[in-house]
């Protein structure tokens, strides 16, 4: 008879590491916050963050917080961001048009939600094409959410994430009402 149990499983928590990065911001934890935008390094910042990803979720949540580290550059106060990555993506632009107006925000997500693998190359862009835009994130808890179940085929995160970016404007907070 086999007595031994299986080590306990450690879930992942999304929030707690959006406070934990938000928190290393408004400390001024510019070292941290340094090691974290480090990518080819294993930092001890990464494991950190990876920490908050519980068993399954390490380096997923690794890369989150390489992307906060990234938008959050020389900011001197923390985003905590809001809506999804296809609704931040309607922000990224200029004075020529926004969204599904520009060209350039239009092909970075299509871009985005043509990949079958979560595309971190591709969010990076998006990230730091709305810093560089003077843009809020997207909510950095939704974005980790969303990431963990890119591949889940009911959650349909890119699906969504397309139509968050085409839905013209007042009609997004009139739908989300409705549901």
């Not at 961001?81 to 092909?107: E, M």
Request: glycine residues 10%; proline residues 7%.
């Amino acid at each position: 008879m086999d007595t031994e149990a299986e080590p306990p499983r450690f879930p992942h928590d999304s929030t707690a590491l959006t406070t934990w990065l938000t928190g290393l911001v408004r400390d001024r934890e510019y070292g941290t916050l340094a090691e974290l935008r480090r990518a080819r390094v294993r930092t001890n910042a990464h494991i950190r963050a990876g920490w908050y990803g519980g068993d399954d979720h390490r380096d997923l949540f690794e890369q989150v917080a390489f992307l906060f580290a990234i938008y959050h550059q020389g900011r001197p106060t923390p985003s905590y961001g809001h809506g999804s990555l296809g609704a931040a993506a309607r922000r990224i632009g200029d004075g020529t048009g926004r969204g599904p107006d520009n060209p350039g925000a239009q092909r970075l997500l299509g871009r985005v939600v043509a990949s079958r693998r979560v595309p971190w190359r591709h969010i990076q862009h998006a990230v730091t094409r709305l810093r560089s835009c003077e843009q809020p994130p997207p909510s950095w808890t939704a974005l980790t959410e969303d990431l963990i179940k890119w591949n889940d085929r009911e959650a349909r995160v890119a699906y969504r994430w397309s139509v968050e970016f085409h839905t013209p404007p007042g009609r997004g907070r009139q739908a989300s009402r409705n549901r």
